[in-house]
């Protein structure tokens, strides 16, 4: 690294050794170079990995003596300027059995069709890797290019429980020519692959730090890092707002690209503010000399050309752009290659040119990238995350920005849920189209009244607490995991996800109308197959608010009440992972939230602004409790109007439900008309966040009324004028339901404070979050007035920042006090 972070101040550069044999696997070249035509629609709902492996096992026991299974393929061979070690495992080898029969090479593939009814790109692709095969095993044995080699496709359907054989008998020297020529398309690209990566190294060996000098804390962060990703492990930042989290970690990381072993950097955020910040500061970068190309990966539904109405699909249920679409492929990704901003427009332009799928396209590019920015949900969610990473060829390192936000979004990724109106639906749109699906379904829906029906015998359901305005009657019933599992919905899911799969391997599509509910079904599926004792089922039925609807609702969720097991299976593919946030703390809470081992540094770095440019203002004579809502309205109407008069401009007073913050907007609107309100409300479309912003610009004096946790409280940067001032309305703590209540028994089952780990810590996260919006700049001054009696208590209070210095004000009098002496000292 630079001299200014580096600890010698000398350029570091490991020397591995040369060796310039190529390792490559059968599977790595199949992939990249045998794959033509139409892009084969895959689902989850596919045979599993364990339906795989226990009918190869199967098959392989079945095998005739003298035979060899999961037979060992090493060859080495020169081609193109390359020596390339070539390495695979066949299922099963069949040795010549006299001079008149060939040696046989079996694999085994698992379908729930018959082969016949398979996509044509598939079946070719399966027979390119057993043609690959059948050329390593000449090759082993030094066959000549007559030598025949007899080749045979097990075609395995698990519906049927039958294996369709399918028998070819090559020369040896078809073989050669078949895998020599898929070869050299891969070495063609590995030699341009590899000269993009020279100059990667290269150009972050000489790259400087992009600013004059580190501010506070920075170069602390920047050695931390660097050290991290040099010498593998974890790390744990919390760095406030202010110090630059993006350049610190970044710069080091790609250093250590230049510097180490380090191949890939994959950047994740939750928030679309993260991913611009991340494209400005590669662009600074990229100005400055670095050659890297970096991917920015959005969500399906943004991307895909059919989705966006940029397409429709043919009267197959196909979209074109998947027609040939690996025809067309080595096209665009030779185009992108070493690009420096593969962003979503720049995939989308190549895609339109080529009439390609623009997601599945920037998916194709994500080994191709040496930054690859992204959501959580493509590393840690089991039904998306990137095959790729699994490659522990290539050495990786994880950023994980805004981690807090990780804990429940890793819960939730590995929960699942289905609901029996929406399976209801899905039944109801596939009458005319798809029959045989549609009574797949009805299974389904009845196996959920079954099951409800079960519960229903003694004991009694446990009956949670009756809600405001709730009229149906609810019942529910929760079990944990390993006690109980609804075995017959389970199997129903099986099946309509078999007839799903069934549907995809012959290239065609189900109802367009039920893709949001099969995602849901193909999760359900997934997580099932990995709950374990972090998991509860629960069971929810609840009659018809109209009585002259004769459908209960029902419902079977699986909830994950701790995803740290998870989260750490999936740190275990990355060299290095630092994870960093302006809000992570406890450390204690933290490191058993994320899955992180205990014996990783954790670094709390100081804020680089000064003291006086943040007024907190403490105010405990505020009770927003539940029960205290109503007398506390106009406590907390007053203190919005004292705090906007004491110096008009721009400010957010940010509420623990919409239902609160509702009562105190009517309230304060009808003593206050002059003022103009702004309000954010419930499932607003970006274009309505997009309005709620704009009225937070530079010599406005807008007053916003915004939910505590939500889009407006993290990730928006509102400088300078466009926020001086934010009110905090109680704790944060969230909602009291069957979840948090789950959460909070798993951790004093684990010997820990179960209301602070379901409540109170996640709440603070949300005020410190909120408060964190104000000071962005070393120009920025504000105030953060924190509304409610349990911020004085010593729990709170302990968990302070160290650079807040709260003022407590007990009346409306004392806030004016505060207020005037802080905008006019």
Same mark, same amino acid.
């Given at each position: 690294m630079d001299s200014a972070v580096s600890e010698t101040g000398t350029e570091t550069q490991v020397q591995t050794g040369r060796d310039d044999t190529l390792s490559l696997s059968v599977g790595d070249l199949v992939a990249f170079a045998c794959r033509t035509g139409d892009l084969v629609l895959e689902s989850a709902g596919g045979p599993t990995a364990i339906e795989g492996i226990r009918a190869h096992q199967r098959l392989q026991k079945k095998r005739p003596a003298g035979s060899e299974a999961e037979y060992p393929l090493q060859v080495t061979l020169k081609q193109d300027g390359y020596k390339v070690a070539l390495r695979g495992r066949v299922d099963i080898l069949h040795p010549q059995p006299d001079l008149h029969h060939p040696v046989q090479l079996d694999e085994i593939k698992t379908t729930y069709v018959p082969p016949q009814k398979l996509?044509?790109? &598939?079946?070719?692709?399966? =027979?390119?890797? $057993? %043609?690959?095969?059948?050329?390593?095993?000449?090759?082993?044995?030094?066959?000549?290019?007559?030598?025949?080699? &007899?080749?045979?496709?097990? =075609?395995?359907? $698990? %519906?049927?429980?039958?294996?369709?054989?399918?028998l070819q008998v090559f020369r040896w020297g078809e073989l050669e020519m078949f895998a020599r020529s898929a070869l050299s398309e891969y070495l063609q690209w590995h030699r341009r692959w590899q000269a993009h990566r020279q100059q990667v190294r290269a150009s972050a060996r000489a790259l400087q730090f992009p600013f004059a000098e580190y501010r506070d804390g920075q170069r602390t962060l920047a050695v931390a890092a660097y050290r991290c990703l040099r010498d593998g492990g974890e790390l744990v930042v919390e760095a406030p707002t202010g110090i630059g989290k993006t350049i610190s970690t970044l710069f080091p990381a790609i250093k250590a690209m230049g510097e180490t072993r380090l191949d890939q950097l994959v950047y994740l955020t939750a928030k679309n503010s993260g991913r611009q910040v991340v494209r400005e500061t590669a662009s600074r970068l990229h100005a400055d000399g670095l050659c890297l190309s970096v991917l920015e990966l959005q969500a399906r539904d943004k991307t895909c050309a059919c989705s966006l109405g940029l397409c429709s699909r043919d009267d197959e249920g196909i979209c074109p752009r998947t027609r040939g679409f690996f025809d067309r492929l080595p096209e665009a990704r030779r185009h992108l290659l070493g690009q420096p901003l593969l962003t979503p427009e720049v995939i989308a332009r190549e895609a339109d040119r080529l009439q390609l799928c623009p997601f599945e396209l920037s998916l194709q590019m994500l080994p191709w990238a040496d930054l690859v920015v992204c959501d959580f949900n493509y590393v840690f969610d089991p039904l998306v995350q990137m095959q790729s990473l699994r490659d522990q060829s290539r050495q990786r390192a994880l950023l994980v920005d805004e981690a807090h936000n990780l804990s429940d979004r890793a819960r939730s990724m590995y929960s699942a849920s289905i609901t029996r109106s929406d399976s209801r639906r899905a039944a109801a749109d596939c009458k005319a189209s798809h029959p045989g699906l549609r009574r797949a379904i009805q299974s389904l829906v009845r196996a959920l009244d079954k099951w409800v029906t079960e519960k229903r015998e003694p004991p009694q359901p446990i009956l949670p607490p009756s809600r405001a305005g709730e009229s149906a009657k609810s019942e529910l019933w929760i079990t944990p995991f390993e006690e109980g599992f609804p075995v017959g919905v389970s199997g129903a899911v099986q099946k309509v996800l078999m007839v799903v799969s069934q549907l995809w391997e012959q290239n065609q599509s189900p109802p367009e109308a039920i893709t949001d509910w099969l995602r849901s079904l193909f999760r359900f599926q997934t997580i099932e197959q990995l709950a374990a004792e972090q998991h509860h089922c629960i069971t929810r039925a609840e009659s018809p608010a109209n009585p002259d609807s004769r459908w209960r609702e029902q419902e079977v969720e699986l909830l994950c009440v701790n995803a740290a097991e998870y989260l750490q299976q999936a740190y275990q593919q990355f060299h290095g992972v630092i994870v960093f946030s302006a809000t992570l703390r406890p450390a204690g809470y933290i490191y058993q939230q994320l899955g992180l081992q205990p014996a990783s540094p954790y670094l709390s770095l100081p804020s680089p602004f000064q003291p006086e440019q943040l007024g907190l203002l403490l105010c405990p004579y505020v009770d927003t409790r539940y029960r205290a809502r109503h007398q506390a309205t106009d406590a907390l109407v007053d203190m919005v109007a004292r705090t906007f008069h004491s110096r008009p401009g721009n400010y957010l007073v940010f509420f623990p439900s919409y239902r609160f913050l509702q009562q105190v907007v009517e309230r304060f609107a009808a003593l206050f008309p002059e003022i103009p309100l702004v309000q954010q409300s419930s499932g607003s479309s970006d274009q309505q966040r997009a309005e709620f912003l704009a009225h937070f610009g530079e010599g406005r004096r807008s007053l916003g009324f915004a939910i505590m946790g939500g889009v407006f409280g993290e990730g928006v940067d509102y400088v300078g004028e466009q926020l001086v001032g934010t009110i905090v309305v109680g704790v944060g703590l969230p909602q009291v339901n069957e979840e948090q209540e789950l959460l909070r028994g798993a951790a004093e089952e684990r010997g820990e404070n179960g209301f602070d780990i379901a409540y109170r810590y996640p709440g603070l996260t949300r005020v410190l979050q909120t408060a964190g919006r104000v000071i962005r700049t070393e120009s920025d001054r504000g105030v953060v007035i924190l509304a409610d009696y349990r911020f004085a208590d010593p729990f709170y209070r302990s968990l302070y920042p160290q650079h807040w210095q709260p003022q407590i004000c007990n009346n409306g009098t004392a806030l004016t006090d505060a207020l005037d002496q802080f905008w006019n000292p």
């Open positions: 996509a044509v790109s &598939a079946r070719s692709l399966h =027979w390119a890797q $057993l %043609k690959i095969y059948g050329f390593c095993y000449g090759l082993q044995q030094a066959f000549g290019d007559d030598d025949p080699v &007899a080749l045979q496709m097990l =075609w395995h359907n $698990l %519906k049927e429980k039958k294996t369709y054989p399918e």
